[in-house]
Nanobody, 123 residues
Framework: VQLQASGGGLVEVGGSLRLSCVVSGLNFRSYTMGWFRQAPGKEREFVAGIGWRDGSTHYADSVRGRFTISRSYVENTVFLQMNSLRPEDTAAYYC?????????????????WGQGTLVTVSS
């Protein structure tokens, strides 16, 4: 299984970015996808997750109402739409897959990871 994340970049405060994570080599359909982020000197933290089959979602309190996670069956891709970005959103963002239909906020419960894509929010 390969996860390819993209879409990061430099944006001003209040701006928007859309991250994408393409999943390839996976035939199993009962899984969840998550987005995590890690800022310099900080631990990796959960941002958002989505159940692939039912589309159920869960967000960290810090991003709820500003970020939206979604998925495309056709493109085998999970997206993270990030609006109203703040300097504290600056981090490397990672997508990950958990081979279970149950959402989790714990990074150790995700089995495969994509490479990070860097988001920098300038004030």
């Amino acid at each position: 299984v390969q996860l390819q994340a993209s879409g990061g970049g430099l944006v001003e405060v209040g701006g928007s970015l859309r991250l994408s994570c393409v999943v390839s080599g996976l035939n199993f359909r009962s899984y969840t996808m998550g987005w995590f982020r890690q800022a310099p000197g900080k631990e990796r933290e959960f941002v958002a997750g989505i159940g692939w089959r039912d589309g159920s979602t869960h967000y960290a309190d810090s991003v709820r109402g500003r970020f939206t996670i979604s998925r495309s069956y056709v493109e085998n891709t999970v997206f993270l739409q990030m609006n109203s970005l703040r300097p504290e959103d600056t981090a490397a963002y990672y997508c990950a897959i958990r081979y279970s239909g149950t959402l989790s906020v714990r990074s150790d419960q995700y089995q495969d990871w994509g490479q990070g894509t860097l988001v920098t929010v300038s004030s």
